[in-house]
């Protein structure tokens, strides 16, 4: 309660600061503009979720954290290092300062600090890199939000919504709305790969350097893409964009789907065992390991015996998802005692409610 109180008072914060910003006009058309990008971006994230998928109290709350308190923490001390960078180089060079080496190294380590959170204290929710991804994705995804508010706020407040050559809400749009929704989430998700990393290894150093070198990753790339749109001109911009961050944000989204492949394979694997076990029933194998199987079961259950039993399905389906991946990346122990009750106990809910009419 104390923190989703913090949290919200960080919410107040912010908006306090978009409205004496930019006013209030210009930040309702700035929030109404920022909601175009924002929903495509965490949609892509749930999708690459879906084996898995994450408790949605804790999406939300890595949302909120982007948007509220890794936001207003970046404000505080990128606008503190502009002020220091003015009074020692010259009014003016305090801009750059603050985009090229202080917004990197903060909002990165800010936006972050929910994601190592949930790999430190709810460890059985982060089991590899798809978590790390997505996480990370969705807490970058909030900064983006707000970010975006201002931004599309301040242009407007100074030129109006334009047309797509001139300056305004429009060009602005498809510069940061369509061709660069995946920006901040890109360089996120750099160190949400690295603590993925970690999460999937038993190698002291490898938990250590996965993180850290994560994190630097992230670092370089943001700094690089400001320092491209701060320090550099159009042809800088479009070098930057097209030779460094379009091949990165291919070769993230390649990786992300190995690993979504690669869960699906770890399933496969761990099923045959699970029924010599008797924690699952034969025929269920072939619905378990299948994505768009999975779904039609749960959508068959829920329109037969309600929503209720659709949820319980969801629940075995979870249960047995995290099985397999326990037992893929860790040696028997009392967790995976109590992950097979899970599923013991999600499996007898599912049938009873499934019957229940």
Same mark, same amino acid.
């Given at each position: 309660?104390?923190?989703?109180?913090? =949290?919200? =008072?960080?919410?107040?914060?912010?908006?306090?600061?978009?409205?004496?910003?930019?006013?209030?006009?210009?930040?309702?058309?700035?929030?109404?503009?920022?909601?175009?990008?924002?929903?495509?971006?965490?949609?892509?994230?749930?999708?690459?979720?879906?084996?898995?998928?994450?408790?949605?109290?804790?999406?939300?709350?890595?949302?909120?954290?982007?948007?509220?308190?890794?936001?207003?923490?970046?404000?505080?001390?990128?606008?503190?290092?502009?002020?220091?960078?003015?009074?020692?180089?010259?009014?003016?060079?305090?801009?750059?300062?603050?985009?090229? $080496?202080?917004?990197?190294?903060?909002?990165?380590?800010?936006? !972050?600090?929910?994601?190592?959170?949930?790999?430190?204290?709810?460890?059985?929710?982060?089991?590899?890199?798809?978590?790390?991804?997505?996480?990370?994705?969705?807490?970058?995804?909030?900064?983006?939000?707000? *970010?975006?508010?201002?931004?599309?706020?301040?242009?407007?407040?100074?030129?109006?919504?334009?047309?797509?050559?001139?300056?305004?809400?429009? !060009?602005?749009?498809?510069?940061?709305?369509?061709?660069?929704?995946?920006?901040?989430?890109?360089?996120?998700?750099?160190?949400?790969?690295?603590?993925?990393?970690?999460?999937?290894?038993? &190698?002291?150093?490898? &938990?250590?350097?996965?993180?850290?070198?994560?994190?630097?990753?992230?670092?370089? /790339?943001?700094?690089?893409?400001?320092?491209?749109?701060?320090?550099?001109?159009?042809?800088?911009?479009?070098?930057?964009?097209?030779?460094?961050?379009?091949?990165?944000? /291919?070769?993230?989204?390649?990786?992300?789907?190995?690993?979504?492949?690669?869960?699906?394979?770890?399933?496969?694997? !761990?099923?045959?065992?699970?029924?010599?076990?008797?924690?699952?029933?034969?025929?269920?194998?072939?619905? =378990?390991?299948?994505?768009?199987? #999975? #779904?039609?079961?749960? &959508?068959?259950?829920?329109?037969?015996?309600?929503?209720?039993?659709?949820?319980? $399905?969801?629940?075995?389906?979870?249960?047995?998802?995290?099985?397999?991946?326990? &037992?893929?990346?860790?040696?028997?122990?009392?967790? *995976?005692? =109590?992950?097979?009750?899970?599923?013991?106990?999600?499996?007898?809910? !599912?049938?009873?409610?499934?019957?229940?009419?």
């Amino acid at each position: 309660m104390v923190g989703l109180i913090l =949290l919200s =008072l960080c919410g107040i914060g912010v908006f306090a600061y978009l409205t004496a910003s930019v006013g209030v006009v210009a930040e309702l058309v700035g929030l109404a503009v920022a909601l175009l990008p924002v929903g495509p971006v965490v949609a892509a994230f749930l999708w690459i979720d879906r084996w898995e998928p994450e408790p949605a109290r804790l999406l939300w709350l890595a949302f909120a954290w982007g948007a509220c308190g890794a936001t207003i923490t970046a404000l505080l001390i990128n606008n503190t290092a502009e002020a220091v960078g003015d009074l020692l180089l010259g009014k003016g060079n305090g801009d750059a300062v603050a985009a090229v $080496v202080s917004a990197p190294l903060i909002e990165e380590a800010a936006k !972050a600090a929910f994601v190592l959170g949930v790999y430190l204290w709810k460890r059985q929710e982060f089991n590899g890199v798809i978590d790390g991804i997505v996480y990370a994705g969705m807490c970058a995804a909030g900064f983006a939000f707000t *970010e975006n508010i201002y931004y599309f706020g301040r242009i407007f407040g100074e030129h109006g919504f334009g047309t797509a050559q001139t300056a305004g809400v429009v !060009a602005a749009f498809i510069l940061r709305g369509v061709l660069s929704p995946f920006t901040h989430p890109l360089f996120t998700i750099m160190t949400g790969v690295g603590i993925g990393i970690a999460a999937g290894t038993r &190698r002291q150093w490898v &938990r250590v350097a996965g993180p850290l070198g994560g994190y630097l990753a992230a670092v370089v /790339l943001h700094s690089l893409w400001n320092s491209a749109a701060t320090l550099g001109n159009a042809t800088t911009f479009l070098n930057v964009y097209f030779l460094i961050m379009l091949p990165v944000f /291919l070769g993230a989204a390649l990786l992300a789907n190995w690993a979504r492949k690669r869960e699906a394979k770890i399933i496969a694997v !761990a099923l045959p065992r699970l029924v010599d076990e008797g924690l699952i029933a034969a025929n269920e194998v072939e619905l =378990l390991s299948n994505l768009k199987r #999975r #779904r039609e079961w749960r &959508r068959k259950v829920a329109r037969k015996a309600g929503p209720q039993a659709g949820r319980a $399905v969801a629940d075995y389906q979870t249960a047995v998802t995290e099985l397999a991946f326990h &037992r893929h990346s860790h040696a028997d122990g009392e967790d *995976e005692q =109590l992950l097979t009750q899970a599923v013991r106990v999600s499996r007898a809910t !599912a049938v009873s409610a499934a019957k229940r009419q």
